[in-house]
């Protein structure tokens, strides 16, 4: 069965820091990668998503993430965060099937 | 955007009660699925339904749940016993095809708590 790691439970980071996530994933197949958002009290929503074609997608909000085959990874990045980037990422595995598999999440919170 | 919208945005039941929690899809989307969030765990997958049956289940998914789409736009599940272990917030989503983007949308959620 698939499964997603998402390896930091719990970043802080200060304004204007870099933030890098990590996601793997076990499915060595061909597979659709999502990372989506939650922020406090809301639904999730779409951040971005690979499923052919150039390797680093860029999604909404500054975000980017890279998909490495060989590292069966998916990481999400963004240069300079922003407080309004508080909230909980997820990063998710579609791999044929219709079902998305969701790692544990992220939870960032950034300082002022 | 298209929206997926879920009804009630909050329940609290009593152990033992049935609770049937609303979605209402995108329109034109085929695929229909229930998530749900334990308070501080992951996202989980219940079902997945398309063309008008269960096309996948978890192993959450047991007898005591079932989904319906009763009409040409509605998308329920329902507990039909809850137990204090099904606290949790409930996502529905849908997928539309390749013309949609092929992602799945998610509503903002449905929090049951079961006292």
């Known amino acids: 069965a698939q499964s997603v790691s998402q390896h930091n439970h719990h970043v802080i980071l200060s304004e204007a820091a870099s933030l890098e996530l990590g996601c793997n994933y076990s499915?060595?197949?061909?597979?659709?990668l999502f990372w989506y958002v939650q922020y406090p009290g809301q639904h999730l929503q779409l951040l971005l998503k690979?499923?052919?074609?150039?390797?680093l997608v860029k999604g909404i909000k500054g975000f980017e993430a890279e998909f490495i085959k060989s590292k069966f990874s998916f990481n999400l990045r963004k240069p300079s965060v922003q407080w309004s980037d508080t909230a909980e990422y997820f990063c998710?595995?579609?791999?044929?099937?219709?079902?998305?598999?969701f790692g544990t999440g992220t939870q960032l919170k950034v300082e002022l | 955007e298209p929206e997926v919208t879920q009804t009630p945005s909050h329940q609290v039941t009593q152990m033992g009660q049935e609770v049937i929690l609303r979605c209402v899809p995108i329109?034109?989307?085929?695929?229909f699925y229930w998530y749900r969030q334990i308070l501080g765990q992951k996202v989980e997958f219940l079902v997945s339904?398309?063309?008008?049956?269960?096309?996948?289940k978890s192993e959450i998914f047991d007898d005591q749940f079932s989904v319906e789409r009763p009409d040409g736009s509605n998308f329920t599940l329902k507990i039909r016993s809850t137990k204090l272990e099904d606290s949790a917030m409930y996502f529905c989503?849908?997928?539309?095809?390749?013309?949609?983007?092929?992602?799945?949308?998610f509503g903002e959620g449905s929090w049951l708590t079961v006292v």
């Open positions: 998710a595995v579609r791999e044929g099937g219709n079902k998305l598999t």
């Open positions: 499915y060595g197949g061909t597979v659709n």
């Open positions: 690979y499923f052919s074609g150039d390797p």
């Open positions: 329109s034109n989307h085929l695929y």
């Open positions: 339904f398309y063309n008008n049956e269960i096309s996948e």
């Open positions: 989503a849908s997928l539309g095809g390749m013309n949609s983007g092929n992602t799945i949308y």
